[in-house]
Structure formats: structure tokens, C-alpha cells
Nanobody, 118 residues
Framework: VQLQASGGGVVQPGGSLRLSCAVS????????IGWYRQAPGQQRELVAA???????NYADSVKGRFTIARDTGKNTVYLQMTMLKPEDTAVYYC?????????????WGQGTLVTVSS
């Protein structure tokens, strides 16, 4: 499984940005695909995730502002970010977890930097 994240950049507070995570390889193994972020000096945290069944989960800090969605035809998971705040500044990572029957392994893509600044 390979994950390719893209879409980061610099945006003003209140602005929007869409991140993309292109997934390739043994996609059938994957249970959950999510977006995580890591700000300087802080631990990586889950931002949003979407399961194989389509269920979604969001961190409290982004509820109502971020939306995770997937395009199964393109094997891509998106994170639409709106009403961005300076505290959303971080490196965003795409991560995926395999089903337990496939070992439950965690896969990571490279990060993409999001900077929210005026």
C-alpha cells in the first residue's frame, strides 16, 4: 500500500484548502484511511478518518470545519478544510490501517505542510 498526500500550502485565516491522498497497491486490505497532523513540538493527532463502510470520525477541534470524503473510482481520499485557523498549521499526513485479518498494519504517506497565516 502506498499513500501520496498533496494539496498543502499557505492560506489566510478563514480560508479553505483541500488535501488529497492517492492510495495505490492492496487497497482491499484497508479498513480506515485518515488524515493526521503534527504541529512543531507536538504529537501527531488524528484529524479525520473514514472507514471502509463510509463512516467518518473527526477531532473535536475540526468538527463543522473539515470534511473527509473519498472517491472510490479514483482511490483518493480528500480532506476539505474550511474556516482555517492559525492553530491548524501543521504537517498533515495521510494514514491507513489494514483490517485485522491482514495484520492491522499502519501505513503512512509523506506529509504535506499547511500554513495558516496572514
Amino acid at each position: 500500500v502506498q499513500l501520496q498526500a498533496s494539496g498543502g500550502g499557505v492560506v489566510q485565516p478563514g480560508g479553505s484548502l483541500r488535501l488529497s491522498c492517492a492510495v495505490s497497491g492492496s487497497i482491499f486490505m484497508l479498513n480506515v484511511i485518515g488524515w493526521y497532523r503534527q504541529a512543531p513540538g507536538q504529537q501527531r493527532e488524528l484529524v479525520a478518518a473514514i472507514s471502509d463502510g463510509g463512516g467518518t470520525n473527526y477531532a473535536d477541534s475540526v468538527k463543522g470545519r473539515f470534511t473527509i470524503a473519498r472517491d472510490t473510482g479514483k482511490n483518493t481520499v480528500y480532506l476539505q478544510m474550511t474556516m482555517l485557523k492559525p492553530e491548524d498549521t501543521a504537517v498533515y499526513y495521510c494514514g491507513a490501517t489494514a483490517f485485522r485479518g491482514y495484520g492491522g498494519r499502519q501505513y503512512w504517506g509523506q506529509g504535506t505542510l499547511v500554513t495558516v497565516s496572514s
